[in-house]
């Protein structure tokens, strides 16, 4: 079960970016489909609180590999 | 439709399970602590109620306010504004479980939580209050998005402080079961405001359309003004309780943590938990509660094309059959253990989602109906416009079903004295028949009982996973970055989808499914059991 854990820590990490650059790609699609402020207000909004939790799947990730959650 | 009667033998039967399910508390505690936690629970849940009716008669009442507050000329730029400050309302939850969150773990629980809700109850009334844009013109959307960014600050720090403050003083083996009551508020509160809406809007004048006119000018001010009166009672209440009895005999030792934000997020003991609360619990929580109340609701109502009172009065009910089971499920995690009610929540809500989606199109569906032509109802009127020869031409045809529902199709146009017409304004309402009524409450209601299997644990799960000294800090931020941002956001993101892509009506679901998978693999994977431990030893 460890290893699983470990194994899937990659997961993790490669997940975060991959849906970071999604909401970025569909939010330059959106902005330029109707480049109206509030468009734009909405999604930078969007992406800038998406970082944070993006980062932190990262960190999640990392931990998960390097064995912090493994049980003892 | 639902009557009077049905109300009272349904809130008979609602109080029956609350007996039957739950045990007396006195079978287990000495009766002075039983009395005392009753107290505990009643000033936390209540105060906590109303900070969620608070939160929510904003959302409710997002296109009503956009008409008084944001420019008319692009009613779409309005609406859109709207929702902005709905979701910075979300946003900026996170930011209040920081600063509230950090004040709870420097000063007490009990008066940060007081704080927070005379925050949110001077912010609600204040909305109220705030002139529309006619009158003092952009001031007015200014001052309203400040209210609702203070409120979402508000609530941010609420909810932490209110669940805390019964965690600690439950016991180890019922805490599941007396911070499950915490977790019915979110849920009653939103009843209570779509309620107290719906109410409002009917009782303004005797013709219902002069009544909904008049709720759309003025009404919709009084669900924030009676605000004031309930958060009196709770501030009332609240000032009359003792500080947490942990957190007092952690002030006592001087063993309370001097920076408590620097403790939770930069210790990396403390940080993997807090990163494992919110991708193996609150993420997919958050995003079930959204999925099965707020979409739901809105799908019903921009889907399905439900008109306004059934999409509410079918959420209403929904609400109203499930709720004792919050308390069931947080009940039975004290005897099975947490994780596994949470996962089975985050699974069935995988699994479920587009098949109970699909039931409420097909419930809205004409198509699988017999139209009584015979009963079909035309009437047109013409109204002249004001300093023009031209008139505006309004067609409402109602067509009725076989199964008792009926669809009105209002459509306006401009007739011009030179016989030029404009493309015409359609808008379509369902009222759906009784079989449908029900059958579409009975969907929502899986949907919702859902809600409470992955909801009503997961309190007793936040609070055991961190210390006393920084509990308050460390469970707020994964909680509303969970509910708030993935949560909260739900609606949003599920509507994008089904403009991108248009040809299915329920891909809007892929959001919250695939956010639920990924948070049951990870909660599977990476927690670990810690129900019935004693605080002493997390």
């Known amino acids: 079960m460890n290893s699983i854990r470990r194994i899937a820590g990659i997961l993790w990490i490669a997940i975060a970016p991959v849906a970071l650059y999604y909401l970025i790609k569909t939010g330059m699609s959106e902005i330029e489909k109707k480049p109206t402020i509030d468009t734009k207000i909405q999604w930078i ?23 912090e959650y493994d049980e003892n | 439709m639902p009557n009077e009667k049905l109300f009272a033998d349904n809130f008979l039967l609602h109080d029956r399970i609350i007996k039957f399910i739950i045990p007396k508390p006195t079978a287990v505690m000495p009766s002075s602590q039983t009395s005392g936690i009753r ?100 001031a007015a959307p200014l001052i309203v998005l400040i209210l609702r960014l203070l409120q979402g600050l508000a609530l941010g720090g609420e909810y932490g402080g209110a669940a805390i403050y019964v965690a600690e003083h439950s016991p180890d083996h019922r805490r599941g079961y007396f911070t499950s009551w915490i977790q019915t508020t979110a849920s009653i509160g939103f009843f209570v405001s779509l309620g107290v809406i719906l109410l409002t ?37 609240r000032l009359k309780m003792n500080e947490s009895p942990l957190f007092m005999k952690l002030k006592s030792e001087g063993k309370t943590s001097s920076n408590p934000l620097k403790e939770s997020f930069t210790h990396k003991e403390n940080l993997k938990m807090v990163l494992l609360a919110l991708f193996g619990a609150t993420m997919a929580q958050g995003v079930i509660w959204y999925t099965g109340q707020f979409y739901a609701q809105s799908f019903i109502e921009n889907v399905c094309k439900i008109d306004f009172d059934q999409s509410r009065t079918i959420l209403i009910w929904a609400i109203f059959f499930t709720t004792p089971f919050f308390v069931v499920f947080g009940t039975w995690s004290d005897k099975v253990g947490r994780k596994w009610i949470i996962v089975a929540g985050m699974l069935l809500a995988t699994i479920s989602y587009r ?68 493309k015409p304004e359609i808008r379509i309402a369902k009222t759906l028949g009784n079989s449908g009524y029900w059958k579409m409450v009975f969907i929502v209601s899986i949907m919702i009982f859902n809600v409470t299997i992955a909801y009503g644990p997961i309190v007793s799960f936040l609070v055991e996973l961190f210390p006393t000294k920084i509990r308050y800090t460390s469970m707020s931020l994964p909680y509303h970055i969970g509910n708030g941002i993935f949560g909260g ?45 004693s605080f002493d030893t997390i």
């Open chain 1, 45 to 67: 909004v969007f992406i800038i609180v998406f970082i944070p939790a993006a980062i932190g799947l990262v960190i999640f990730g990392y931990y998960a590999l390097k064995g």
């Open chain 2, 39 to 138: 107290k505990v629970i009643i000033a936390s849940s209540v105060g906590t109620l109303i900070e969620w009716y608070d939160f929510f008669i904003f959302g409710s009442l997002a296109t009503v306010i956009s008409n008084q507050f944001f420019p008319k000329t692009n009613p779409t730029a309005a609406l859109l504004s709207t929702l902005a400050t709905f979701a910075v309302g979300f946003i900026v939850r996170p930011f209040g479980a920081l600063v509230f969150g950090r004040l709870g773990d420097l000063v007490g629980r009990k008066y940060t939580f007081l704080l927070t809700l005379i925050i949110m109850g001077g912010s609600t009334f204040a909305i109220g209050l705030v002139p529309k844009y006619e009158t003092i013109g952009f």
């Open chain 2, 201 to 237: 809007r009917h009782v303004l004048d005797s013709d219902q359309t002069k009544s909904i006119a008049k709720f759309n000018d003025w009404g919709w001010r009084i669900p924030f003004l009676i605000s004031i009166i309930l958060v009196g009672v709770s501030i009332y209440i």
């Open chain 2, 355 to 422: 098949f109970l989606f699909s039931q409420l199109l097909q419930v809205s569906d004409e198509k699988n109906k017999t139209e009584i032509a015979q009963l079909q109802q035309v009437k047109t009127t013409l109204t002249p416009i004001p300093n023009s020869s031209n008139s505006l031409r309004t067609t409402v045809t109602k067509n009725f079903y076989d199964d008792g529902m009926f669809i009105s199709e209002t459509k306006k146009d401009t007739l011009y004295i030179d016989h030029a017409s404009t």
């Open chain 2, 489 to 533: 956001l739900t609606p949003f993101f599920a509507t994008l989808l089904t403009t991108i892509y248009t040809s299915d009506k329920l891909v809007g679901l892929t959001y919250p499914i695939v956010i639920s998978l990924v948070g049951a693999i990870i909660c599977i994977l990476y927690v670990n059991e810690k129900n019935k431990k």
